[in-house]
């Protein structure tokens, strides 16, 4: 049996867009140690079928146990849309039953309903999580008076990880998935940002939006659900180190990672390279 001096809170991601749910979770809760990986040899997740991100992302998460995570969120919503409820329903019971993942699509439609006013709420997503309706599903379940329309971006997710975020054909991209957006209702006053990786893009996404039309980036969200959390599960609490270390892993390594990583968590760092 193998133990750690170090039990983490691990974060698991197809690429770098969970960075920037890492960011504010550290910004709020510092003193626990962190573990992050990135699967960016094999990002995007998004077109891909739902059994292979499942098996990516189970893999992700074994490797986060075996560096000492107690907890794991998947902070990536294709990941969660397609694999979360397996891994806590069939995988955790037989192999890990003491350890929890989480993920942070029903966090964040829990939330939705003190952003919307008209009840029309639009999702920008990947192939994959759109597919999955899970925000649907999950904020219906909710919220059976919200109308959601979803909208896939198959293309926004390759230029971010290209870390060609300042040209022209982003913007072009960004425009025609917010076209078909509104072409579903005119009335949406809320945009879920339904990929870790837009959160990176948030400002320019706003500079295309009507000024009324609110959107919701899902990093301050999980930081105030994983403190609730934490404190609703002491169990799991006091397992995590308080520490304050934090490692980051990648499957990938080149100089478009580095520059990445310090664009998505706000400033440079010591990325390990890992295999999965």
Known sequence: MIVFDVMS???FDSGLGGLTVLKEVVKTLPQYSYIYLGDNARTPYGSRSQEIIYQFTLQGV???FEKGAE???LACNTSSSASLRKIQQEFLPRNFPSKRVLGIIIPTAEEIDRFSQTKEVGILA????VNSLAYQKEINKLYPDINVYQQAC?????IIESGEIDEENLNLAIQKYLNKLFAKSRKIDTIILGCTHYAIIEEKIKSLLPADVKIVSQGPIIAEKLKNYLIRH???????SKTGKRLFFSTEDSERIRL???LFYGEPL???VIKI
């Open 270 to 272: 010591k990325i390990e």
């Open 154 to 158: 198959p293309l926004l997710v390759p």
């Open 260 to 262: 990445l990583t310090s």
């Open 9 to 11: 809170i691990g974060f």
């Open 234 to 240: 002491p169990e799991i609490e006091e397992k995590i």
């Open 71 to 73: 907890l794991v969120i």
């Open 126 to 129: 990947t192939e994959a999580t």
């Open 62 to 64: 074994k490797k986060l």
